[in-house]
């Protein structure tokens, strides 16, 4: 499948179990603004922005144009 193709790798396409193709997407959170700004909403770890999403997903609150399968913090 696609997945095994250079390009998907490359891009990190993945087949789903559902058979669905997706794309793996990995974020990096800088949060070191977080202490100098009063009044802001922080996630102080991967973990706790990971919930923040998997809880707005299940909560389908987000697009349904680009679901989210997994979250991992």
Known sequence: GL????????HHIILTERG?????????????KCTTMSG??????????????AATASKHSLSPDFPIFQVKG
């Open 3 to 10: 997945q095994d193709t250079e390009f998907g790798k490359k």
């Open 20 to 32: 669905q193709s997706g794309v793996h997407v990995y974020l990096e959170i800088d949060n070191r």
């Open 40 to 53: 802001s909403e922080c996630f102080f770890s991967a973990r706790e922005a990971a919930e923040f999403l």
